[in-house]
């Protein structure tokens, strides 16, 4: 049956803190864990699996020799995403005002009441109502002067 | 066997060099700040094998470690502008990696994996290691990364705390719960009686 003590070497043990026992103390534990059967077999199968851990852990592995520059890559792809990101904005922005420019122009075709050159209403214009202006006026020919008498 | 003297010399050496490869890091960052690509890529060289490792480590898979790697030094870049001090730049590399590593382990599936019973107390390094990954796999994410970190990186207690952002004494809890538990799983992979 574990004891108080065993209870106590464990936690601290576990905790990493035997290490900050003083004198006293640390030697009254080293004393336990010499005499306990049950905390000198923990101690063994703690330091067995920690030990296990630690030797297992350095893989040597340090990475492709490409490592860098795939690193430099993917950094330059983002760089230009987000470049396109800041100025999607104003791409879009600008389309859509070319969108509506025509928009705009072929309503103001299709319906000539908003047509201000036109404000009749009438799409065609006749060409009975249409009045000929001549770009040249034509010049006022007097009559020759007669020389009467 | 070098003197008091000696030894004090070769530490104030090795310190002198460690302040100077500070400098010359802090010098790096400044010139990555102002858009150089090529103090970068000098940066990733000198930190490259240890973040690899160290998500290995964690990770136990070489090639999501990589993958973690680069993740890491993408976000470092971005990130750059929250370094208060151009010195700190290895330890910012650093727990970026490891947080990028727990956010891999807390997304995988958490499946215990029973050992079979020719893979249990085999002896030989390439089988402890597959025995180890096994048992490790059943430790949950903050656990698991806790342990590696003081146990195979050999990180102190206020650097795990740093790292995982958790003050010393959850980290202290974290340690008592992992290698206990990880002591349990050992031994009932090498069937023996746990008390």
């Given at each position: 049956?574990?004891?108080?003590?065993?209870?106590?070497?464990?936690?601290?043990?576990?905790?990493?803190?035997?290490?900050?026992?003083?004198?006293?103390?640390?030697?009254?534990?080293?004393?336990?864990?010499?005499?306990?059967?049950?905390?000198?077999?923990f101690e063994k199968e703690l330091t067995e699996s920690l030990m296990?851990?630690?030797?297992?852990?350095?893989?040597?592995?340090?990475?492709?020799?490409?490592?860098?520059?795939?690193?430099?890559?993917?950094?330059?792809?983002?760089?230009?995403?987000?470049?396109?990101?800041?100025?999607?904005?104003?791409?879009?922005?600008?389309?859509?005002?070319?969108?509506?420019?025509?928009?705009?122009?072929?309503?103001?075709?299709?319906?000539?009441?908003?047509?201000?050159?036109?404000?009749?209403?009438?799409?065609?214009?006749?060409?009975?109502?249409?009045r000929e202006i001549p770009i040249f006026e034509p010049s006022t020919?007097?009559?020759?002067?007669?020389?009467?008498? | 066997?070098?003197?008091?003297?000696?030894?004090?010399?070769?530490?104030?050496?090795?310190?002198?060099?460690?302040?100077?490869a500070r400098e010359d890091e802090a010098l790096l960052v400044v010139?990555?700040?102002?858009?150089?690509?090529?103090?970068?890529?000098?940066?990733?060289?000198?930190?490259?094998?240890?973040?690899?490792?160290?998500?290995?480590?964690?990770?136990?898979?070489?090639?999501?470690?990589?993958?973690?790697?680069?993740?890491?030094?993408?976000?470092?870049?971005?990130?750059?502008?929250?370094?208060?001090?151009?010195?700190?730049?290895?330890?910012?590399?650093?727990?970026?990696?490891?947080?990028?590593?727990?956010?891999?382990?807390?997304?995988?599936?958490?499946?215990?994996?029973?050992?079979?019973?020719?893979?249990?107390?085999?002896?030989?390094?390439?089988?402890?290691?597959?025995?180890?990954?096994?048992?490790?796999?059943?430790?949950?994410?903050?656990?698991?990364?806790?342990?590696?970190?003081?146990?195979?990186?050999?990180?102190?207690?206020?650097?795990?705390?740093?790292?995982?952002?958790?003050?010393?004494?959850?980290?202290?809890?974290?340690?008592?719960?992992?290698?206990?538990?990880?002591?349990?799983?050992?031994?009932?992979?090498?069937?023996?009686?746990?008390?």
């Open positions: 049956m574990a004891s108080k003590l065993c209870s106590e070497y464990r936690r601290l043990r576990l905790r990493d803190e035997t290490v900050e026992l003083n004198g006293r103390d640390a030697s009254a534990l080293f004393h336990h864990i010499q005499k306990c059967p049950i905390c000198s077999t296990a851990l630690r030797e297992s852990g350095d893989t040597g592995y340090t990475g492709s020799s490409s490592f860098t520059d795939r690193v430099i890559y993917a950094l330059r792809a983002e760089r230009l995403s987000r470049r396109l990101q800041f100025w999607q904005p104003a791409f879009a922005g600008a389309a859509a005002a070319v969108v509506l420019f025509f928009l705009i122009l072929q309503i103001v075709t299709a319906r000539p009441e908003m047509n201000y050159l036109n404000p009749s209403g009438s799409a065609r214009v006749s060409s009975e109502n249409s020919t007097q009559p020759p002067l007669t020389q009467e008498g | 066997m070098p003197d008091g003297k000696e030894r004090m010399i070769n530490s104030r050496i090795q310190e002198g060099i460690f302040r100077d010139r990555v700040r102002s858009g150089d690509e090529s103090a970068y890529k000098e940066l990733i060289d000198r930190h490259r094998t240890r973040l690899i490792r160290t998500a290995s480590n964690i990770l136990r898979d070489p090639i999501e470690a990589e993958d973690v790697a680069q993740e890491a030094f993408l976000k470092a870049y971005r990130e750059l502008y929250r370094l208060r001090e151009d010195r700190a730049f290895a330890s910012f590399i650093y727990r970026i990696c490891v947080r990028l590593c727990v956010d891999r382990l807390r997304l995988r599936r958490a499946e215990p994996s029973p050992l079979e019973p020719s893979e249990q107390a085999q002896s030989g390094s390439v089988e402890n290691k597959v025995l180890i990954e096994k048992l490790l796999a059943q430790l949950p994410p903050d656990l698991k990364t806790t342990l590696i970190l003081r146990e195979v990186e050999q990180l102190s207690y206020e650097e795990v705390a740093v790292v995982m952002k958790v003050p010393v004494g959850t980290v202290r809890s974290r340690l008592h719960t992992a290698r206990e538990r990880f002591r349990t799983l050992w031994m009932a992979a090498h069937d023996i009686d746990i008390d």
